[in-house]
């Protein structure tokens, strides 16, 4: 894919950012109205996405061969972030009070509200679906180790955590991929609408980070020595590190991942710090203003460092 698509891709994704951040400052977007577009996104457009992208794709050998090695793949990469981040967390000495929102940060990116709308636009329906394997092992790992690392004893039950790994989203991924395992099909009549509904997630997602960035107080935030090293990790060392492998595994071991599952992977590894840790951070007793920094100063940078990693994917592997 050339260089002028992939800009052009993250420029019109920028544009409805930009429109976000206009609307928040006009007051057409409240705090309140964004908390509630969360709800929607996160409860409705976000999970009949996940569920009609299953639709609309056959069942191959490939295709399942490649959904399987996605899982695979997702597994390990998110345990060797959390491995690096426990291991920069001491080599930066990131202050005890900031390690966990650090170590987590560094763990679970915005794969949902910036990942799958630039995925989607990138390599289509297919990417999405291998973008779909990526969360739903990014939920459970995010639900059970993160929550660990945050609360370090604050008590947080096992059983509070595990129910949120159950919400729509992977609700929406493990039904939708039984159905396309299985090639079972919906009468147009059902999945035009649901399918219509599920393709204002990406505009709906774009408005709500510029909402977001818009209401975050930059005061304070661009001074902590935190947010850039996690920034670094997330942004710089993460997907160079992955696409060496990569490149490694293809030519000189020998084996050798379908291009388009590892563009995904690598690509959801390299997003700016997950929004939803935010929230997290707040539940759990762990320092949610770091978190927002965090989310502020990864997301910005992340303009100019998504576009050097899909070029670098697309000319390295």
Excluded at 279 to 300: L, P
Aim: aromatic letters at 10%.
């Amino acid at each position: 894919m050339g260089t002028t698509i992939v800009i052009s891709q993250i420029f019109i994704l920028a544009v409805v950012v930009l429109i976000g951040v206009i609307a928040a400052k006009f007051r057409a977007l409240t705090p309140d109205s964004k908390d509630m577009l969360s709800k929607v996104i996160f409860n409705i457009s976000l999970p009949l996405m996940l569920f009609t992208n299953f639709l609309k794709l056959d069942a191959t050998p490939r295709l399942l061969v490649n959904s399987f090695t996605v899982l695979a793949l997702s597994f390990s990469v998110i345990l060797f972030m959390l491995l690096a981040s426990w291991i920069s967390s001491r080599l930066y000495r990131i202050p005890d009070p900031e390690k966990s929102v650090f170590q987590v940060h560094s763990m679970f990116g915005n794969t949902i509200f910036l990942g799958f709308p630039l995925i989607r636009a990138l390599y289509g329906e297919e990417g999405l679906l291998y973008a779909s394997m990526f969360q739903l092992i990014s939920t459970i790992l995010m639900w059970t180790i993160g929550v660990i690392v945050l609360t370090r004893g604050n008590g947080v039950s096992w059983k509070k955590s595990l129910l949120k790994v159950l919400n729509p989203n992977t609700i929406a991924i493990i039904t939708g991929l039984f159905f396309f395992v299985f090639s079972i099909k919906l009468p147009e009549i059902l999945i035009k609408p649901l399918s219509e509904l599920g393709s204002a997630n990406t505009w709906l997602s774009m408005l709500y980070v510029g909402a977001m960035l818009s209401f975050t107080n930059v005061r304070g935030l661009l001074s902590k020595k935190s947010h850039y090293l996690v920034s670094i990790n997330r942004l710089i060392f993460i997907p160079a590190i992955f696409i060496s492998l990569f490149w490694i595994l293809n030519n000189i071991i020998g084996l050798t991942p379908d291009k388009l599952v590892s563009s995904v992977v690598i690509l959801e590894a390299s997003m700016p710090c997950m929004v939803t840790v935010v929230i997290m951070a707040k539940e759990m007793g762990a320092d949610d203003k770091q978190a927002v920094g965090n989310v502020f100063v990864s997301t910005i940078f992340s303009i100019l460092t998504l576009p050097l990693v899909v070029m670098a994917i697309e000319r390295i592997l």
